[in-house]
Structure formats: structure tokens, C-alpha cells
């Protein structure tokens, strides 16, 4: 089997990398810098320069190839730049969608997420049939919803595709904007006062990363065609998750709650101030509003028909302590 994955600098993407080599499986990793410090090395994995808006570049990298792992998408939600979300998201992932077909690939695995079905319907957990019930919050979840529009497209041209909806990843690996857990696990061992809005009692379910590469590798390896799975672990909430983090790491950290709107405009000013001084924006209102909606969700189809078994939040949560204390 050799495979073409895309996204392998990510932090999915290279694990997911390292573990298909492990496997003796043969991978086409494309890459637009071939110098980057996120490669991921292994006899098994082979480079192509390239870019997934770059047509081209993804034909190169798919010859020989059976099947597809597409993880590369653009995450950043500081972004106001809708064109940056749309460009990589749908028309990248028409491009390697497009060239599957092209050249027969007996199955495309598109990494998705959570979000896509906006917040859960009174706090009842997300399974793969739930209708979005919400507009879209941000320019992410739009154009991953559009791409996964266009995954189902092809799928009618006689490409087999698998969804996998990913919830929030945390866990050992490299250092990028997806890894909002592990930056709250580091800020929780190193901060004496945390500040936090007063809305604890929201509820989000949370995959360890490990279990989303397993998911994919069962992907891969299954007969299931043309499906969707929410690949996720527990659902608690930020209360449960912050008191966790706290009894893991010893922290005697005080969490001090402050107003959710008070907090968000204190946001927007601070924001505003940053803009006309030439900075980057902190979170964002928009950021904000995305993380504290409830979504709980349900993982039952994966668990029944790829086997997949989702590692505990208590156990997750310590090898990533352990993995992030060896950084410091």
C-alpha cells in the first residue's frame, strides 16, 4: 500500500505520518518546505515539494499511490481573511479530491472536525445525523463544511471517501494553533491565576491524539466505504477539565471567573488596540464564542464498526503532562 498524505508538518498529520511508515506502509508526504523542522523522518516516507492549491504538485504526489489521507487545512480562527480558509480547505481539497478520481485511488480519508455541526441541540451529544441547527461561527467551520459538500460530490463520481469529524485533539506531538488543550495544561502548571469566563459549565468532548491516528489507520484498514465518523473521547466540562489538569500537574493555580460578556468586550478593545498598533490579535470575540458552546458528542458508530476505542480523559491528560514537562 503506498499512500498520499497531505498535512504531515501538522500536528496530525505527522504523527499519522510516522505511524503508517511504522506499519511498513509507504507514504507520499507533500510538503511546501522541504527544510521545515515538522518533517517527519522515516525510510518509508517520501517527500514531494508541492501545495495542495498547486494541481500540479498534487499529481506528482499521487502516482503509485492507492490511497489518500487528506489532513492539511488552514485552522487559524485569529484569521479575518476568508480567502486564506477557502483557498486551502475547498479548493485544496478539490485539487487532491480531483486527482484521486483521476487516478483511481481505492479510498480518500479527509480529516474533518467536530465543528462542523455547529453546537449540540440542548445539550443532547452529536452523532454523525444531526443536522447543523446554527449559522456558521467562523470562516473554519464554513469551508471545512463546503470541502466535506465536495468529498460527498466525488463520492457520487465513484470515489469511496471516509469523513472523519475529529473533536477537540490533545495530546503528545508538535506545537501548533490546534493544540489549545496542551497550552491550557502548560498555562495551568506555570501560572498562579488563571482568569476564565463564568460559562464552566459548558460541555465539549475531547480525543486524545493518538486515538484520532488509530482512527485513521482503522479507516484505512476497514471495508467501510463512503461514511461518516465522529472520532471523539469524554465529554466533560471546562470546570471538570481545569480541575483535572490541576490534580495532574499539583498546580496551585486559582481560577478567577469573570463575566462572559465583560470578558469578550474586554476582548474586542484589546483586540482594537492591537490592530491599529500593527499587532496580531489575542483571542478573538469570534474564538471565544466558537469555544464555549456546548458539544458533547458520541463516537458509537466508530467504536462499533472500525473498533475504535477512545482513550480515558484522566490517562490522556497524564501522558501529555508528563510529555510537556519533559519540554519545560
Not at 523542522?37 to 501545495?51: C, V
Request: net charge positive; with cysteine.
Amino acid at each position: 500500500m503506498i499512500v498520499l498524505l497531505t498535512g504531515s508538518t501538522g500536528y496530525i498529520g505527522h504523527q499519522l505520518a510516522l505511524a503508517l511508515a511504522q506499519k511498513h506502509i509507504k507514504v507520499h508526504a507533500l510538503v511546501r518546505d522541504r527544510n521545515s523542522l515538522n518533517i517527519p523522518l522515516h525510510k518509508n516516507i517520501r517527500l514531494f515539494q508541492g501545495d495542495i492549491c498547486d494541481y500540479q504538485s498534487v499529481l506528482k504526489a499521487i502516482i503509485g499511490c492507492s490511497h489518500v489521507i487528506h489532513t492539511a487545512a488552514y485552522t487559524n480562527l485569529k484569521c479575518k481573511r476568508i480567502d486564506h480558509f477557502y483557498n486551502i480547505n475547498v479548493r485544496g481539497t478539490e485539487n487532491v479530491l480531483q486527482a484521486s478520481l483521476k487516478y483511481q485511488i481505492k479510498k480518500f480519508i479527509f480529516t474533518s472536525t467536530l465543528s462542523v455541526y455547529g453546537p449540540s441541540y440542548k445539550a443532547v451529544p452529536i452523532v454523525e445525523t444531526q443536522p447543523r441547527i446554527t449559522s456558521y461561527s467562523n470562516d473554519y467551520e464554513l469551508t471545512k463544511s463546503m470541502a466535506e459538500e465536495l468529498v460527498k460530490k466525488y463520492r457520487k463520481k465513484g470515489l469511496s471517501s471516509i469523513i472523519l469529524n475529529v473533536s477537540k485533539v490533545y495530546g503528545p506531538g508538535l506545537s501548533t494553533f490546534s493544540n489549545g488543550v496542551n497550552r491550557l495544561v502548560s498555562m495551568i502548571c506555570k501560572k498562579d491565576l488563571l482568569i476564565v469566563p463564568n460559562k464552566l459549565k459548558i460541555v465539549s468532548n475531547y480525543v486524545f491524539i493518538k486515538d484520532v491516528v488509530n482512527a485513521h489507520l482503522l479507516a484505512l484498514e476497514s471495508n467501510s466505504k463512503n461514511a461518516n465518523y465522529i472520532i471523539g473521547g469524554e465529554n466533560v466540562s471546562y470546570m471538570t477539565l481545569f480541575k483535572t489538569i490541576k490534580q495532574l500537574t499539583n498546580s496551585k493555580v486559582r481560577f478567577l471567573k469573570v463575566n462572559y460578556s465583560i470578558l469578550r468586550n474586554a476582548f474586542f478593545i484589546i483586540n482594537s488596540i492591537r490592530y491599529l498598533i500593527g499587532l496580531s490579535p489575542i483571542i478573538t470575540p469570534s474564538v471565544l464564542d466558537a469555544l464555549f458552546v456546548n458539544r458533547p458528542s458520541l463516537s458509537d458508530k466508530a467504536i462499533a464498526e472500525l473498533n475504535y476505542r477512545p482513550t480515558s480523559l484522566g490517562l490522556g491528560l497524564m501522558k501529555t503532562t508528563k510529555h510537556l514537562n519533559k519540554l519545560s
